[in-house]
């Protein structure tokens, strides 16, 4: 049974740093893409960066470009989100997807805001 587990997620101040993490387990995690998608209130839900198998290429919007960095470990099945100079718009609820499984975690709360 596919696995993801999100965790991390907390206030942060605008301009501050957060890694938040996903932990994946029932599948074999090195064969499969990874996304991390975003839930704003009110929102449609939006895809925020993308990993191959291999860590490279990665993919990323222009909102997040240049602030966000996807990276996996395949040793321990680990994917994390860091996450830099945020933004109050980047609260949201945080999810972690295997598109080729068509899998989702239930998300972990990341909160930008003074």
């Known amino acids: 049974q596919v696995q993801l587990v999100e965790s991390g997620g907390e206030l942060v101040r605008p301009g501050g740093s957060l890694r938040i993490s996903c932990a994946a387990s029932g599948f074999d995690f090195r064969r499969y893409a990874i996304m991390w998608y975003r839930q704003a209130s009110g929102k449609e839900r939006e895809m925020v960066a993308q990993?191959?198998?291999?860590?490279?290429?990665?993919i990323y919007p222009d909102s997040v470009k240049g602030r966000f960095a996807i990276s996996r470990d395949n040793t321990k099945h680990m994917v994390y989100l860091q996450m830099n100079n945020l933004k109050p718009e980047d609260t949201a609820v945080y999810y972690c997807?295997?598109?080729?499984?068509?899998?989702w975690g239930r998300g972990t709360q990341v909160t930008v805001s003074s």
């Open positions: 990993i191959s198998t291999t860590s490279t290429p990665t």
């Open positions: 997807r295997v598109p080729m499984l068509n899998s």
